[in-house]
């Protein structure tokens, strides 16, 4: 936490002690509720809360992807060629059909896309992106 945000965050508390919660009353007990309940939901397995895709209503939701590591890893221009990079990205592309098949049992059931993001790490002073 940044010192300004600790400063508000301790002023707020300090506030709330003024208008009449004492150190024994609602807040400190209030804080201490948080602060277990936090503790609860941030020491949960990190594998427990991944998941490849989210389906609200009509829409799916995918998680973040990946080319694979056999491709390579690095940035493009400095660690990978331009081929290895447009490799990398052919594999992130089918691994995202791949999940978008495992979720709704086919690619038929698929009417529209609603948005794709693809970024290229690429070293610095790169302009071939755009051979993607």
């Known amino acids: ?24 009353g609602f807040v400190d007990r209030f804080f201490v509720r948080c602060r277990q309940r936090l503790a609860r939901f941030w020491f949960q397995s990190p594998a427990a809360n991944f998941v490849n895709s989210v389906q609200s209503d009509k829409l799916l939701f995918l998680s973040y992807t990946a080319g694979p590591a056999w491709v390579g890893k690095g ?10 990079g447009r ?26 896309v609603v948005k794709v993001l693809g970024m290229v790490n690429s070293a610095e002073g790169f302009g071939d992106q755009r051979l993607w």
């Open 1 to 24: 936490m940044r010192s300004g945000k600790r400063n508000n965050w301790n002023r707020r508390v300090g506030l709330w002690r003024a208008a009449g919660y004492t150190k024994d």
């Open 75 to 84: 940035k493009v221009g400095k660690d990978l060629t331009v081929e290895q």
């Open 87 to 112: 490799e990398a990205a052919r594999q992130a592309g089918l691994i995202m059909l791949t999940k978008i098949r495992t979720a709704l049992g086919s690619l038929d059931r698929v009417k529209r």
